[in-house]
């Protein structure tokens, strides 16, 4: 018979046991204090490599010159013509300056440009007074039309800078699909669609779905094209050329009107002061001076068309004595 003593640990092994215990507890604790300090320098390291990434971001977006405007409008706006077909020019790179098209005002068709803000409660009466009349005259090829976009209402619209976006948009189709961009104008600017001054205005979703509805292709470029805000930086170069530098389509010696609606500027860069500003033939149709703007443009038309009977008149006497 085995002696029970016999099999119970010594006082000396029961001490190393403890002793082999704890050493095994204090290399536990010891892996577990490493392991939570490279989980922590690895946390720390990762944030801070967060931060770098957005910093670098944010000054590339600060630092990254404005890139490329949209094609066919070099002079800033883009020129319609005889049915409603938008004139092709190349992109306006970022460092070039905008310059008005070249047009002959000693003939037909009229030039006629518009300033406009597609926030602006009075562009929207305006289009919704004279965009059926502007459209059938563009298309019929009496008159050239130029609709130049600008954001001076960003602010305007609770920090969605929803001029901005509205005017990109008409850029990107203008660029990427311009036989709509008439028809995407007009309905921008109609009493179902402008947004109130004010407001947010409509989502990019939403403006997409009025360039579709106006009969854009909803291509992966032209959501893009919306998602990004590609052409922002030249909306806000529109804005600084009207605002400082002066406005397209002005004839030499004329002015535009001061705030008071009334009288001219003085001499040096005449500016936009609202909208819409519409000028014609080189001079800024003032409703209060010459009325309603059909009847002006008629007028106008009319003056051209004597003039080129009288030659023709002349002419033929000329002809006739010889």
């Known amino acids: 018979m085995v002696n029970e003593s016999n099999s119970r640990p010594t006082k000396n092994e029961r001490r190393s046991q403890a002793r082999e215990q704890a050493r095994a507890a204090r290399e536990q604790e010891k892996k577990r204090e490493k392991r939570n300090r490279l989980f922590l320098q690895g946390g720390i390291v990762l944030g801070v490599l967060a931060v770098l990434a957005i910093v670098g971001l944010v000054l590339t977006q600060t630092m990254k010159p404005a890139g490329p405007g949209p094609q066919n409008m070099a002079s800033g706006g883009a020129v319609f013509t005889k049915d409603l077909k938008v004139v092709e020019t190349p992109a306006l790179q970022s460092d070039e300056a ?171 860069p005449q500016r936009i002061v609202s909208t819409p500003t519409v000028i014609v033939n080189g001079k800024q149709w003032n409703q209060n001076v010459d009325g309603d703007l059909e009847t002006y443009l008629l007028k106008v038309k009319g003056e051209f068309e004597q003039k080129s009977d009288s030659k023709k008149s002349d002419s033929k006497k000329s002809t006739a004595t010889e």
Not at 148 to 162: A, E, Q, V
Request: proline share 5%; net charge negative.
């Open 98 to 268: 905008r310059e008005a098209p070249a047009v002959d005002r000693k003939q037909l068709p009229l030039d006629v440009t518009t300033y406009v803000d597609y926030m602006c409660p009075a562009c929207g009466a305006f289009e919704q007074q004279y965009g059926t009349m502007l459209e059938n005259y563009v298309g019929a090829g009496d008159i050239n039309l130029q609709v130049y976009p600008i954001n001076f209402l960003d602010g305007t619209s609770l920090g969605t800078k929803y001029s901005t976006r509205a005017a990109n948009l008409f850029s990107c189709v203008v660029e990427e699909q311009p036989d709509v961009a008439f028809k995407l104008h007009n309905r921008l600017l109609s009493a179902e669609v402008q947004p109130a001054e004010g407001t947010t205005g409509l989502t990019d979703d939403q403006l997409l779905q009025q360039a579709e509805e106006a009969g854009a292709e909803l291509t992966t470029e032209l959501k893009q094209c919306v998602k990004n805000r590609t052409f922002a930086s030249f909306i806000d170069g529109n804005w600084k050329q009207v605002s400082e530098v002066g406005v397209q389509g002005l004839a030499k010696g004329e002015f535009m009107l001061s705030s008071d609606g009334v009288n001219p500027q003085p001499e040096g």
